[in-house]
């Protein structure tokens, strides 16, 4: 057991240290948990009270290669020791030309790519805009409900969900269209009824329907999408489409390749550019370097960021050369953009994937494997898990109050995530409505680490409910 609980959780200090949160602190940034942390490694969390938990939210699925592994916190202390800051605008360094070029040969297309380098998810997806409006000269952009992008304005704008990423912050940026997203067990086209959504009485065959779930193309779900470009927007005004490939706070839901392949073709015929948004899907969360990886497409633009720095601040825009070059010289930029200590960040965690023949994405695959076999298995044992859903280790439980009616239970999951981290599991929840668990574990986890951490959750789910 790798766990160690030495007090409640949270402990007198957690409580003591969240007080002067409290009196210091905006009320605005939230809490999963109300746990402090002292230090962390691989797949562990130490908080400051002595208790040691497993991590399985990765510090919202940023630190895919574990926590403070030696390759990554050598390659940081050393480019610290050189050069912390000389800002990319004015004194250049070999680092950001490095890892750009490791984004542009690691992202799919066999045409010249160009990257950019930024601060955080929320930048890279504004300046992917910027780009792609600077390029095609339209103006709108279309992004799916349950969207996640980010917290700025723009990026906010693109977001769906309303509370609490948007509330009370309107007005927002124009030239912004929603489209359904394809929630195969939510289906905002047929209510539920068309084939691709799954059955409700889990069976033998579960596996079968989920694998044929994400060949699907969703056929009506796309038919509204073309109808609402089409009529209320007009696709020679569309500058771009962004989607993320694998939803992320909108609760790990995969676009159906069907439906991406049709997104991909109607893009191209009217040319519009497509953006895909891979800032929580990326760098090994799905079991391949990237979510795009299990599709047949190649997106014009990609954003990146979190599993990127490893734990440091950095995101990208990379893509299409003749797109990433559209804005003039000084049209895009930042004092902080592609910090050189964030930059060895990056070049660390590019080698740590590569070392060993791509090792860690073989074991991000396996432990993919696992957790989904253990979802699943749990759905066939317990009626409050509606929907399993994700890919490799990006994956998902759904709960519900029905499973005909398929009532969200916002209040069972919460529970279920607090039962979690008082044992020891640190998880994250989900979904526009609240009620989806998923599960961001540091890839590096070992087999023993994650059937621990799992069967937390099991006895997680048995209590709550009860
Ligand atoms: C898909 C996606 N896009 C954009 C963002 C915004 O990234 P950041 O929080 O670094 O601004 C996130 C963050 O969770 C995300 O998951």
């Known amino acids: 057991m790798s766990i160690e ?22 009320r605005g940034p939230f809490h999963t948990t109300p746990i402090f942390i002292e230090k962390a490694h691989g797949a562990h969390v130490w908080d400051v009270d002595g208790n040691k938990l497993l991590d399985f939210a990765s510090g919202i699925g940023v630190v895919n290669v574990g926590h403070t592994p030696k390759e990554l916190v050598e390659a940081i202390t050393e480019q610290a020791g050189k050069n912390i800051h000389s800002s990319i605008n004015v004194l250049a360094y070999e680092g950001y030309v490095r890892l750009s070029e490791k984004i542009n040969n690691a992202i799919p297309g066999d ?14 997806v504004e300046n992917a805009i910027k780009i792609a409006r600077s390029f095609t000269k339209r103006q709108a952009v279309i992004a799916f409900d349950h969207a996640y992008h980010g917290r700025t304005y723009m990026a906010m704008s693109l977001t769906s969900k309303v509370n609490f990423y948007k509330h009370g912050f309107a007005p927002f940026n124009s030239e912004v269209y929603r489209a359904p997203f394809p929630y195969q067990y939510r289906c905002p086209s047929c209510s539920g009824s068309c084939e691709n959504t799954p059955s409700i009485n889990q069976s033998s065959d579960t596996k079968n329907d989920l694998n044929s779930r994400f060949e699907a193309k969703c056929e009506p779900c796309f038919s509204q999408f073309a109808h609402m470009v089409n009529s209320q927007i007009g696709a020679q005004n569309v ?14 839901l995969p676009v159906p390749k069907g439906y991406m392949k049709e997104l991909r073709k109607f893009c191209t015929d009217n040319g519009i550019l497509l953006i895909l ?18 599709y047949d497409i ?19 825009v990379a893509g299409r050369a003749d797109v990433m070059d559209a804005p003039p010289e000084g049209g895009i930029g930042g004092t902080y953009c592609g910090n050189p200590v964030a930059c060895a960040a990056g070049l660390a965690v590019f080698d740590m994937f590569e070392k060993d023949n791509g090792k860690l994405l073989e074991h991000s695959e396996k432990i993919g494997k696992l957790i989904h076999d253990k979802f699943l298995f ?4 317990y009626n409050c898990i509606g929907d399993v859903r994700g890919i490799g280790p990006m994956q998902a439980m759904e709960f519900v109050k029905d499973r005909n009616t398929k009532e969200p239970d916002k209040e069972l999951t919460g529970k279920i995530a607090k039962y979690c981290y008082e044992n020891g599991v640190v998880t994250i929840t989900a979904g526009t409505f609240g009620n989806v668990m998923r ?6 986890i070992t087999e023993e680490e994650l059937m621990e951490g799992l069967n937390v959750i ?3 789910i048995q209590f709550a409910s009860k």
């Open 378 to 381: 749990w759905m066939e044992t």
């Open 298 to 316: 190649v997106p014009d633009l990609m954003t990146l960021a979190k599993g990127l720095g490893g734990g440091m601040p950095i995101a990208a």
């Open 439 to 444: 599960l961001l574990v540091p890839l590096v």
């Open 458 to 460: 099991e006895k997680a």
């Open 277 to 294: 948004d891979e800032i929580q899907s990326g760098f090994g969360r799905t079991g391949k370097m990237f979510a795009v990886d299990h």
């Open 239 to 252: 500058a771009a489409v962004i989607v993320e490939p694998v939803l992320g706070e909108g609760g790990f």
């Open 5 to 26: 609980i030495k007090t409640q959780i949270p402990g007198p200090k957690s409580i003591s240290l969240m007080e002067e949160r409290k009196k210091h602190v905006a």
């Open 111 to 124: 045409f010249h790519k160009k990257s950019f380098l930024c601060n955080s998810g929320a930048e890279a």
